[in-house]
């Protein structure tokens, strides 16, 4: 094994829509829901593919493709609620532990669907990119998970081959089984219970010694 892949939300790092569940609100607020695949899927092609400034645009965009009407105030409220949503992102020093333990024997790799804004903040409180041998973010790669793409343009950047790979992520689609689709090994990393039954699973980044 020469290279460890992370995911980065709910993964490594988390932010306070974690606990008060803005994005959750937000789709709510449109009669949808982030459990749904599909909406998760256009909300990220819409906030996540671009580095927007300002949110206004991508909400619009949304509420058009999803023929939501929308008025000037509702566009505002949603807004307030992302922008709450984004606030500073928090990890526990444990897995940043782990991370610096891991770098000292593997190449590292972070693949992140994800808004600038919250990002950025990540990027200054965590100075990840000395934590992180390569990162991919969609908004510069133009490309969301579970594209093969992103794993394949991993997989390049950090010179190895995929069979001396691990992927580890907390989404069984857009992490574990899109990489394991393109030959990466992936391991599930489940610490709410969803998936019991399934057999390349830990609940918390200590536990991947298990596996390398």
Same mark, same amino acid.
């Given at each position: 094994?020469?290279?460890?892949?992370?995911?980065?939300?709910?993964?490594?790092?988390?932010?306070?829509?974690?606990?008060?569940?803005? /994005?959750?609100?937000?789709?709510?607020? +449109?009669?949808? *829901?982030?459990?749904? &695949?599909?909406?998760?899927?256009?909300?990220?092609?819409?906030?996540? @593919?671009?580095?927007?400034?300002?949110?206004?645009?991508?909400?619009?965009?949304?509420?058009?493709?999803?023929?939501?009407?929308?008025?000037?105030?509702?566009? +505002?409220?949603?807004?307030?609620?992302?922008?709450?949503? @984004?606030?500073?992102?928090? *990890?526990? *020093?444990?897995?940043?532990?782990?991370?610096?333990? @891991?770098?000292?024997? &593997?190449?590292?790799?972070?693949?992140?669907?994800?808004?600038?804004?919250?990002?950025?903040?990540?990027?200054?409180?965590?100075? +990840?990119?000395?934590? /992180?041998?390569? +990162?991919?973010?969609?908004?510069?790669?133009?490309?969301?998970?579970?594209?093969?793409?992103?794993?394949?343009?991993?997989?390049?950047?950090?010179?190895?081959?995929?069979?001396?790979?691990?992927?580890?992520? =907390?989404?069984?689609?857009?992490?574990?089984?899109?990489?394991?689709?393109?030959?990466?090994?992936?391991?599930?990393?489940?610490?709410?219970?969803?998936?019991? =039954?399934?057999?390349?699973?830990?609940?918390?980044?200590?536990?991947?010694?298990?596996?390398?």
């Amino acid at each position: 094994m020469k290279a460890v892949i992370f995911d980065c939300w709910d993964t490594i790092f988390y932010n306070e829509a974690e606990k008060t569940h803005h /994005f959750q609100i937000f789709a709510e607020r +449109i009669g949808r *829901s982030f459990q749904d &695949y599909e909406f998760l899927k256009v909300f990220e092609k819409h906030f996540m @593919l671009e580095k927007h400034y300002k949110l206004e645009t991508p909400i619009k965009d949304l509420l058009i493709e999803l023929n939501i009407k929308n008025s000037k105030e509702l566009i +505002i409220e949603l807004r307030s609620i992302l922008e709450e949503g @984004l606030n500073s992102p928090k *990890s526990s *020093s444990k897995t940043l532990k782990v991370l610096n333990e @891991l770098k000292k024997k &593997y190449k590292l790799g972070l693949i992140t669907n994800t808004f600038y804004q919250s990002f950025e903040r990540l990027e200054k409180k965590f100075k +990840i990119n000395e934590i /992180f041998d390569v +990162i991919l973010k969609s908004y510069e790669t133009k490309t969301l998970k579970p594209d093969p793409k992103v794993f394949e343009l991993m997989i390049k950047k950090l010179k190895v081959d995929k069979d001396e790979v691990l992927m580890i992520g =907390d989404s069984l689609k857009d992490d574990i089984e899109a990489a394991e689709n393109i030959g990466i090994k992936g391991i599930l990393i489940d610490r709410k219970g969803k998936h019991l =039954d399934y057999p390349s699973r830990i609940t918390s980044l200590d536990q991947l010694k298990e596996f390398l």
